[in-house]
């Protein structure tokens, strides 16, 4: 991965620390193959696939193991079983959820967290990452309701996982990537499908959902630009946004807005803290104003 302009001099400072520096990434579903050249790229350090430990038993997209605690928490700990597993002081886990979009509430949103921790400086940062999600459900009536379905959600490409019934049936197929495997699949479970029906969902493990992949990539992105991002004051990574202040003013009126005027850059080791005006901003549009658009 290249990098231009400013954030090649940053990068270029953080690779002092990490440069060669293995990092260890608990995952089993082929996420490494997209974090670890990102992550390479901006600071230098040798993503590790670790292996050795189902992080299925941690919580599954399919319902069948709840995830315990919160997305970053769950991350934290996976990071945390790999660099024990590991014995290296530098890992991460990315961990990923499903819900509707935050503006209309009517699509579906994936939102993805990759956790850096660093044990020799104490450092935990955080990358994020969000969008579109191919995450849709049907409860089929019939194969060609099934069929229909796969075309939809760009199966083969994005896999499938179904189950008789109902959402909640333990009897799982996983992993379904032809159609000749769909197809023998939906007649399994119709068959122990009591109504005959059968519940059919993409599945939204890493390395079976491109659609997913793609904001773990963006995950990794950001947290690269952070850790690439390093204090002024100690030189500690993820020098970073901690903060927003509001009060851009109108183009129009003048009068301050609810839009971000600046951003506060803050130190997570020292405390160390800048306001930096949004450069590429430099007036509201009348439409954001309460005084033009009450």
């Known amino acids: 991965m290249s990098l231009n302009g400013p954030m090649a001099a940053y990068a270029a400072s953080t690779r002092s620390l990490y440069r060669g520096q293995r990092a260890a990434f608990l995952t089993q579903h082929g996420k490494e193959r997209i974090v670890g050249p990102v992550l390479e790229g901006f600071v230098g350090c040798l993503v590790e696939r670790v292996a050795g430990y189902d992080t299925d038993l941690l919580g599954t997209f399919t319902r069948d193991i709840p995830r315990a605690g919160t997305q970053i928490e ?14 290296l002081s530098v890992g991460l886990a990315s ?29 935990e940062v955080v990358g994020m990452a969000q969008g579109r999600a191919n995450s849709a459900q049907i409860l089929a009536a019939n194969w060609e309701d099934a069929e229909r379905f796969a075309h939809t959600v760009r199966f ?39 109504s005959g029906r059968v519940f059919v969902e993409v599945d939204l493990r890493a390395y079976a959902n491109p659609t997913r992949l793609i904001n773990i990539r963006l ?8 850790l690439a991002s390093l204090c002024p004051v100690c030189r500690t990574p993820g020098f970073w946004t901690v903060e927003v202040i509001a009060g851009l003013p109108c183009q129009a009126c003048g009068a301050p807005t609810r839009e971000t005027r600046a951003e506060v850059h803050g130190c997570l080791k020292c405390g ?19 005084i033009c658009n009450p």
């Open 272 to 290: 160390h803290r800048v306001t930096r005006d949004l450069k590429d901003r430099a007036q509201a549009d009348p439409a954001r104003c309460d």
């Open 219 to 226: 995950a990794a992105v950001d947290l690269g630009r952070r």
């Open 156 to 194: 083969p490409e994005h896999y499938l996982v179904l189950r008789p019934d109902h959402d909640g049936d333990p009897r799982i197929r996983k992993g379904i990537a032809d159609w000749s495997a769909f197809k023998a699949a939906y007649e399994e479970a119709a068959a122990q499908s009591p």
């Open 74 to 87: 769950a991350a934290r700990h996976k990071a945390r079983i790999g660099m024990e597993l590991s014995g």
């Open 95 to 123: 961990e990923g959820s499903f819900t509707r979009d935050p503006f209309a509430g009517m699509f579906p949103w994936n939102i993805e967290f990759l956790v850096f921790l660093d044990d020799l400086l104490g450092l």
